[in-house]
Nanobody
Framework: QVQLVESGGGLVQAEGSLKLSCAAF????????MGWFRQAPGKEREFVAG????????DYAESVKGRFTISRDNAKNSVYLQMKSLKPEDTAVYYC?????????????????WGQGTQVTVSS
């Protein structure tokens, strides 16, 4: 049984920062590739960032490179998304997800467990 629970979303002004957290419940978290995705109203869910099981390898969407940082703490079964220099176009529901694979990928279909999402709203 795998459960993912996101937290940390909220309302922030443009150029502000937020840190999202995802608590994972299930065995062998330190073997999982994890990802963050987002979905804005009327748009498809899109990849934001991914991280390898040990945390050494990360991957980012071009739109967030240099502004967002994904990290994990395997001792706490948690993955994080630090977001800086937020823009109104970053407004979306953010989801964490577990990959089916042992390397980071971008398609949503490559991820088999999802959290319920946390809303991030960036005002201009």
């Amino acid at each position: 049984q795998v459960q993912l629970v996101e937290s940390g979303g909220g309302l922030v002004q443009a150029e502000g920062s937020l840190k999202l957290s995802c608590a994972a419940f299930g065995r062998l978290f330190n073997n999982w590739v994890m990802g963050w995705f987002r979905q804005a109203p009327g748009k498809e869910r899109e990849f934001v960032a991914g991280i390898s099981p040990g945390g050494a390898v990360t991957d980012y969407a071009e739109s967030v490179k240099g502004r967002f940082t994904i990290s994990r703490d395997n001792a706490k079964n948690s993955v994080y998304l630090q977001m800086k220099s937020l823009k109104p176009e970053d407004t979306a529901v953010y989801y964490c997800a577990r990959s089916r694979y042992t390397y980071t990928t971008t398609p949503t279909t490559d991820y088999d467990y999802w959290g319920q999402g946390t809303q991030v709203t960036v005002s201009s």
